[in-house]
Structures are given as C-alpha cells and as structure tokens.
C-alpha cells in the first residue's frame, strides 16, 4: 500500500492548538503515513521539538494580539480591528496550500482551525470544539449578531471535507454549548477528546503546585509576573511553566521553593503535571481535555476578555470538576477551594481512545 502523505498545521492562537494536534500526528505515523507539518514561530518550535525528524513548511501565523486590559467592549473592538487581517491570513494560507500541494502533492490536510487550509482536490479536515463562537455579552445581545457569527463560522467548515470536533456527543461532554450548537454542519463529526498526555497514577508528588501557562501576549507575561508575586508569598514548594517553547530551556530559580522553566516536552511534561497535588493553569480547552485524561485536579484562570476560556472556566466549575476565578482576582489563598473539588475522572469517566478510529476510518477513504 502506497504511503500517505499528511499535511499537519495548527493554528497560533495559544499553544493548544499545537499540543493536540500531537497525538493525532503520532497515530498517523503508527499507522505508516508519511506526516508534513506547517507552522512559525513558537508553534513550529514545540512541534519540532515533538518530531525532530518531520519536515516543517513555514506557515505564516494569524499572529492575533490582546491588549493589556482586554475585557469587555474595548476587547470586543480590539479582535474586531484585526479581522480584516485575520480574513487576509486566511485567503494568503488558501493560496500557500495550493502552492504546497503543487510541490509536495499532499494526499490529505488536517487543519487545526485554521480556515483557509482548503482544497478542492484533496480531502481536508477541520478540527475545531468551537461549532458556536462566543462573542462578548454585549454583542451577544445585538439582534442577529449571534446568527451573522455562526453562519461566517460554518461558511468555511462547510469548505472542508469534515470537521472533527474533539469532544463527546451528548449531555456528558468537556465543550457545552460551544461544541453542542442546535444545529451542526452536515460534514461534522464527533472524534471524542484527545490528549498528548498519559496517566501515570503511581508518580510520587513533588510539587505543591505546578503553574502552567501559555497564549498571545500581553496577557502571558502579565499571568507570569503574577505567579512569580503570589507563588513566592504562599511559600508552596512550586513550578512555573511560562509556555515558551522558543526560549532557552534552562531553568530559573527564584527562591528555595519556586523554579521556573520556559517549556518542557510531552514526555517531560507528562510526568511534571502528574507529579504535583494541584495546577494552575489557563482555562483553554485543550488544556481541559488533558486534565481529564491525566485526572488531574486544577485551578483555572481565563485569559481576560477571551469568552471561550471564560465562558468554559464557568461551565467547568459549574459541573463541578475545577473552580476558577478572574486574573485580577487571583490570590494564592483561593487555591484553598480545590479541597472542595474531586478528581475531574468522577465527573467524566469515558474513554478518550476514540479519536484513533476516526483516523483508522478517515484514512481508510482515502
């Protein structure tokens, strides 16, 4: 049988993107096919680091921006002022795809939400939780807004040849509403979650505290001086991860107590999440996903102003698997509520195996 040729490429908006799509590039080379990947900047650092020996296209970013304060209306107009450049990335990575595909003829695509990765002659899939997108309540409320969202939304999935949603379907699932829309695009398709990560329920605990962050900036370094204030304070035995996969990789320590690295691999990873009582992290929906598949207790403070992380730190607490409180409200002492929270696996007890058929079948069509 004649190898696929797979084209791999996540969107830069935070590292989630990235991190999830390691498993289903991991599957795809356990079942033989010959994996491309396309990214830039720290995105394409962190899959390099992952697969050292996979070719990597530069692929040009949305490269979207916060604002120091980003909440409410002045975020609502910040993201607004960048959607004619996010519309331009995405018609510039329509034409960059069949550029590629005229060189390297890709057999298949698999996008991590990115929209303009497209092509009428090969099968392209979209994987994307966020069916509904949410924008800030006040523009929730204008009449039509809502709708205008979710047609532009669909308007591109319908594009692709599926789009996987990584989530379960039913009333038991880690994405609400976002991912459980009223109605669904036909080519859509519930994959179930995926994770890099795998449980290791025997590691001894190391850390009182592991902090985890990642996203677009300002916002990142703004959650990491705040750790670095409170973590100090609360004289925890403690570990931050700045999320930077393209800064050097050795470590800072700033008392007896605290450490901070920039990155640490899946492998690495794995077993620093694992080896700590509680995280703390940001509430981005892949980070969810492998909370549960670790069945790792967390603390979770949204990214201001960005309402998917919001409005799933509050779906979350509301479920009763991890609470949350806002950036500006963070103290170390909140952490004391995670005794009130069991392990996520009480709340979600199934399986998260079963993306790989969904890539058995998908590669099976083509």
């Known amino acids: 049988m004649t190898q696929k040729r797979i084209l791999v490429a996540p969107l830069d ?47 040009k970013g949305y490269r979207i921006r916060y604002t120091h304060h980003a909440h409410g209306r002045g975020f609502a107009w910040h993201i607004a002022r960048q959607i004619p450049r996010m519309l331009r990335s995405i018609r510039e990575e329509h034409e960059w795809l069949k550029n590629m595909h005229r060189h390297y003829r890709f057999d298949a695509i698999i996008s991590d939400n990115r929209f303009g990765l497209h092509h009428p002659d090969i099968p392209c899939v979209f994987i994307s939780h966020q069916l509904r997108i949410l924008g800030p309540r006040w523009l929730e409320r204008l009449p039509g807004a809502a709708r205008w969202l979710q047609h532009m939304n669909y308007h591109y999935i319908r594009r692709f040849s599926a789009c996987w949603i990584p989530d379960w379907p039913g009333t038991l699932n880690l994405a609400g509403k976002l991912s459980h829309p009223t109605n669904l695009p036909q080519n859509a398709h519930y994959m179930g979650p995926i994770s890099r990560f795998t449980p290791e329920p025997h590691l001894p605990k190391i850390y009182d505290v592991v902090a985890l962050i990642s996203g677009p900036e300002p916002q990142r370094s703004l959650l990491e001086r705040l750790l670095i204030k409170e973590l100090q304070e609360a004289s925890l035995h403690a570990l931050l991860i700045t999320g930077r996969p393209d800064a050097s990789p050795a470590e800072k320590r700033i008392s007896s107590l605290l450490t901070i690295v920039s990155h640490a691999p899946a492998a690495e990873l794995n077993q620093i999440l694992q080896s700590a009582h509680a995280l703390i992290t940001r509430s981005g929906y892949t980070t969810i996903m492998d909370l549960v598949a670790l069945n790792q207790k967390a603390f979770f403070i949204p990214t201001p102003g960005q309402t998917e992380q919001e409005y799933l730190a509050a779906y979350m607490q509301q479920q009763g698997a991890f609470p949350y409180c806002t950036q500006s409200a963070f103290r170390w002492q909140q952490l004391d509520r995670l005794a009130d929270y069991p392990p996520p696996a009480s709340h979600f007890p199934l399986s998260m195996d079963g993306y790989k058929s969904t890539i058995a079948q998908f590669l099976d069509s083509l």
């Open 13 to 59: 908006w935070g590292l989630g993107h990235a991190t999830r799509c390691i498993p289903i590039v991991r599957e795809l080379r356990r079942r033989a096919c010959e994996v491309w990947l396309a990214a830039e900047g720290m995105h394409a650092r962190l899959l390099q680091l992952e697969f050292p020996d996979l070719p990597i296209l530069p692929l």
